[in-house]
């Protein structure tokens, strides 16, 4: 798992507590001893503030890691259905392809994983939002595919809109304004 920055995690915590209201996402991470206090938060902010710290951005073994963490899981598998996994599989495959086993992007594949990761992006925000289907390339990116994500961010999000536009010719015409 690649490390979010600060500002990545805010996004984060309040994308799930727009899902699920901060008073379930409280609950939920107290019943996973996740934090000590009961005193419920003023809003996400002070929530997330406070689960960066104690997961280190989710780089620490912390049940506050693992609550959101699955939290996060539940919220995108319940707007996914089978067939739906099985096409964000077959995109995933495409992004693998494009990386050693170690993970890491092979130069000449990147004008490919662009458009893998763009495609991939299109489809879990079809399932729900742009910045969500962002957040969760991001939390399942290997290091170096989220720092390829964040340096070819535009890419990535316009390389499904390229892909469905018409080739153009010499003429600078598609093949149907031609006929």
């Known amino acids: 798992?690649?490390?979010?920055?600060?500002?990545?995690?805010?996004t984060f915590i309040r994308l799930l507590t727009e899902h699920y209201?901060?008073?379930?996402?409280?609950?939920?991470?107290?019943?996973?001893?996740?934090?000590?206090?009961?005193?419920?938060?003023?809003?996400?902010?002070p929530l997330a503030s406070q689960l960066y710290q104690l997961?280190?951005?989710?780089?620490?073994d912390h049940p506050a890691r693992h609550a959101i963490e699955l939290l996060w899981q539940d919220m995108m598998s319940s707007q996914t259905e089978e067939d739906q996994q099985d096409t964000l599989d077959?995109?995933?495959?495409?992004?693998?392809?494009?990386l050693?086993?170690?993970?890491?992007?092979?130069?000449?594949?990147?004008?490919?994983?662009?458009?893998?990761?763009?495609?991939?992006?299109q489809a879990i925000a079809a399932l729900s939002t742009d910045e969500a289907a962002y957040t969760e390339i991001l939390l399942r990116a290997s290091t170096d595919v989220a720092?390829?994500?964040?340096?070819h961010k535009e890419e990535v999000l316009v390389a499904p809109v390229?892909?469905?536009?018409?080739?153009e010719n010499a003429d600078?015409?598609?093949?149907?304004e031609k006929e």
């Not at 077959?90 to 494009?98: D, F, G, K, Q």
């Not at 390229?162 to 080739?167: D, G, M, R, T, V």
Request: charged letters at 25%; a positive charge; one cysteine or more.
């Open 1 to 10: 798992m690649a490390h979010i920055t600060a500002q990545e995690f805010d």
């Open 21 to 45: 209201g901060l008073n379930i996402v409280h609950e939920r991470l107290l019943k996973a001893n996740a934090l000590v206090s009961r005193k419920r938060p003023s809003g996400w902010q």
């Open 55 to 60: 997961s280190a951005g989710l780089r620490r």
């Open 90 to 98: 077959t995109l995933a495959e495409r992004i693998n392809a494009c």
């Open 100 to 121: 050693t086993e170690k993970f890491k992007v092979i130069p000449e594949k990147q004008t490919d994983l662009a458009s893998a990761l763009g495609a991939y992006q």
């Open 147 to 151: 720092k390829f994500l964040r340096e």
């Open 162 to 167: 390229l892909a469905e536009k018409p080739a």
């Open 172 to 176: 600078g015409l598609t093949q149907k």
